[in-house]
Nanobody
Framework: QLRLVESGGGLVQAGGSLNLSCAASGRTWRFNNVGWFRQAPGKEREFVATLRWNDRATEYAEFAKGRFTISRDDAKRTIYLQMNNLKVEDTAVYYC??????????????????WGQGTQVTVSS
């Protein structure tokens, strides 16, 4: 089993930045896509960003483009989500995820088999 642990969440003012980390342990995560999702109170979990294992291509939700950057450090077995120019509507619990590459779109939660416990991000006005 692959264990994922997020950190780096917190309270920040609108316009500020946070850098979320997700540390992986356990079985290998080679051949895995990695991604970030978020869930705000009363809303469904939504896709934020993904980084494909094979070509390191990235994809972002529209709200994340130009503000968020996903990256991974395989030596440290860590995934990052750099978030800049945060908005109040970015407030949510952020989850990292990992899943073997497959025909399932990595923009959907079904593509991921391993999830972290989440880290709270709160953006104040």
């Amino acid at each position: 089993q692959l264990r994922l642990v997020e950190s780096g969440g917190g309270l920040v003012q609108a316009g500020g930045s946070l850098n979320l980390s997700c540390a992986a342990s356990g079985r290998t995560w080679r051949f895995n896509n990695v991604g970030w999702f978020r869930q705000a109170p009363g809303k469904e979990r939504e896709f934020v960003a993904t980084l494909r294992w094979n070509d390191r291509a990235t994809e972002y939700a529209e709200f994340a483009k130009g503000r968020f950057t996903i990256s991974r450090d395989d030596a440290k077995r860590t995934i990052y989500l750099q978030m800049n120019n945060l908005k109040v509507e970015d407030t949510a619990v952020y989850y990292c995820a990992s899943g073997l590459i497959s025909s399932i779109s990595p923009l959907t939660s079904r593509a991921y088999s391993d999830w972290g416990q989440g880290t709270q991000v709160t953006v104040s006005s």
